[in-house]
């Protein structure tokens, strides 16, 4: 039974999601087996740019909410079926908010998958001009909510626009 033609991107946003996890739990599982084995936890890329560092981080973004991880993980469940709830039920979506949802659902489960079986997330990219290291999950959370503000911003316009008519000199 093919898919209806509305539901068939909001499908392809979950697998997409789903890939996006499976990637970041991949790479996750190569860094750790790679670094996590030896003396050395670090590994240079790119001299003075880039290094695969590895980071047990038992906190939530940039070290915060150490001490009350519990409600990271319960609000990681509450805004992760908020998403994929929002991904059937929202009627103004654009190719920004179909992305936002993607990247965020992805990579607030990806980071909640390393709290629940590790007990902690695992970090390993440090871009070496900005002292934080993070994961491809933390890659999707920020690309994701970018997306977002940008799909905000067009749907803001959009509807100044509609508001002002078609008449409405251009801004």
Request: glycine content about 8%; some cysteine.
């Amino acid at each position: 039974m093919p898919l209806k033609t509305e539901r068939a991107p909001k499908v392809a946003i979950l697998i997409s999601s789903v890939l996006l996890i499976v990637l970041d739990q991949i790479t996750k599982s190569v860094i750790e087996n790679m670094l996590n084995s030896g003396q050395e936890r670090r590994m240079t890329i790119i001299p003075g740019l880039l290094e695969l560092s590895y980071l047990e981080n038992p906190a939530a973004a940039f070290g915060l909410f150490g001490n009350v991880i519990w409600l990271v993980v319960i609000l990681t469940f509450v805004v992760a079926g908020v998403i994929a709830a929002g991904i059937f039920l929202y009627k103004k979506h654009s190719f920004f908010s179909y992305a936002a949802s993607a990247l965020l659902l992805a990579g607030g489960v990806g980071n909640l998958i390393d709290r629940i079986t590790r007990g902690y997330v695992v970090d390993f990219i440090h871009v070496m001009f900005f002292d934080y290291i993070f994961n491809v999950a933390d890659c999707c959370v920020t690309i994701g909510v970018v997306c977002l503000a940008v799909h905000c911003l067009l749907y803001a316009y959009r509807e100044k626009k509609s508001e002002d008519g078609p008449d409405a000199p251009e801004a």
